[in-house]
């Protein structure tokens, strides 16, 4: 299964590309395109929060995503 989601390797502090709020050491998200959406590309989008990561995946992926 292709991951849109993937965490970082330690936490940091740094602005969020969503929603534009700085963090500081928290956890963030590489954020890529959704798999069922690869016409639009395959390079990374941003850096987002977990807040953020959370409204992205939704609640019933969130689990997957956390638990890698």
Same mark, same amino acid.
């Given at each position: 299964?292709?991951? @849109?989601?993937?965490?970082?390797?330690?936490? $940091?502090?740094?602005?969020?590309? &969503?929603?534009?709020?700085?963090?500081?050491? &928290?956890?963030?998200?590489?954020?890529?395109?959704?798999?069922?959406?690869?016409?639009?590309? $395959?390079?990374?989008?941003?850096?987002?929060?977990?807040?953020?990561?959370?409204? $992205?995946?939704? &609640?019933?992926? @969130?689990?997957?995503?956390?638990?890698?």
């Amino acid at each position: 299964m292709a991951k @849109w989601l993937l965490p970082r390797d330690k936490k $940091e502090t740094r602005a969020c590309d &969503s929603c534009g709020k700085y963090k500081r050491y &928290s956890q963030f998200y590489d954020w890529h395109h959704h798999p069922g959406l690869s016409f639009l590309g $395959e390079g990374r989008i941003g850096v987002i929060c977990m807040p953020c990561a959370k409204r $992205e995946a939704g &609640s019933k992926q @969130w689990g997957r995503i956390k638990n890698g």
